[in-house]
């Protein structure tokens, strides 16, 4: 067991100074989960025997309901496996802070836990393992952007969708106004009632996204109405697609979903990012739609865990031996 000790935080008036390069464990997120209805912030941290913070992990607790079908329950969240100071040993405080985030996840009474984006598959799988945790392989989807030019890598299948749209009279953009955000939130709102897994938080966290200088929120327009947009943040010299949708039923032979996407990867070009992650590239059944889609992007798949923990000892152990052997 590595000696440091741990707290978690769940009010930002209480969050000491933190060194933070990763917008997904920074205190600038934690305030904007904070002010958003539905979802707990939890930022997990880390000292040594000096009381320096040497490593820290920002967690979120979310609820999620619905009517029809009848459901509700609490979810555990966390986008990659924190930030750590250089002279540490990032797997032993990593480990530290799992257990303490573990306990306060079981204590809230999460259905599940799900940690996803780990830089590198294998880190933390001991640590992973001792609190319960099971791996489930998962497809994720990346573009380079340092080596070649997007229009370059692109398929020529995607290029005849994105040269149909445009000349159909669809236009990508960045919103100019906290109303056009309300517009996009209320057009992605309606794509994801009929998603049972995807999560949208509420509307206050784009308002602050709107705010922020690591976000962007582009919206796709047709005869001045919004068919699609994407929310996209930028961190550490690379661009993350966060949240997407379009309206594809009624607008599908415009491909309002080619052009959103389009936009996002070549402002992230323009922008000099290295590379541009998909944060969802759908399940990781071997045939995927979604991913063929995205793939005609020029981007290549990785294979990765997704971590998972369910707060019902038995279902756990079931989907554990399951997905382990």
Not at 45 to 58: E, F, K, N, P, S
Not at 176 to 187: A, L
Not at 220 to 232: D, E, P, S
């Amino acid at each position: 067991m590595y000696k440091v000790s741990t707290t978690i935080i769940t009010k930002s008036k209480d969050l000491p100074t933190i060194t933070s390069h990763n917008f997904f464990h920074s205190p600038e997120l934690f305030r904007m989960i904070e002010s958003t209805p539905g979802q707990q912030p939890y930022m997990a941290i880390a000292r040594d025997a000096d009381g320096r913070v040497v490593g820290h992990i920002l967690a979120s607790v979310r609820c999620r309901y619905r009517l029809l079908p009848l459901y509700f329950f609490t979810q555990g969240r966390v986008y990659g496996e924190g930030e750590y100071a250089p002279d540490v040993d990032a797997e032993a405080v990593f480990g530290e802070l799992l257990r303490a985030l573990t306990v306060k996840f079981r204590r809230k009474l999460c259905l599940f836990v799900e940690f996803s984006d780990i830089t590198h598959k294998m880190f933390g799988y001991k640590y992973f393992r001792a609190n319960e945790y099971f791996p489930i392989r998962w497809l994720e989807v990346h573009n380079s952007l340092h080596s070649m030019a997007p229009a370059d890598r692109i398929t020529d299948k995607t290029r005849r969708r994105i040269a149909k749209s445009a000349n159909s009279g669809i236009t990508t953009r960045e919103v100019n106004s906290i109303d056009e955000v309300h517009d996009f939130y209320t057009m992605l709102r309606r794509v994801y009632h009929t998603r049972v897994r995807r999560f949208l938080p509420g509307r206050a966290l784009f308002d602050e996204l709107y705010k922020s200088s690591h976000a962007r929120i582009y919206i796709t327009l047709y005869h001045h109405n919004i068919i699609g947009g994407c929310a996209c943040i930028y961190t550490q010299g690379n661009a993350y697609l966060w949240f997407h949708a379009s309206k594809s039923k009624r607008y599908a032979y415009l491909h309002p979903n080619a052009m959103t996407i389009w936009q996002a990867i070549n402002s992230a070009y323009d922008s000099d990012c290295r590379h541009f992650y998909f944060l969802d590239a759908g399940l990781p059944f071997r045939r995927n739609l979604f991913r063929e889609f995205i793939l005609g992007f020029g981007g290549k798949t990785v294979s990765k865990y997704r971590w998972f923990r369910f707060n019902i000892p038995w279902i756990n152990q079931i989907l554990s031996r399951w997905y382990i052997g």
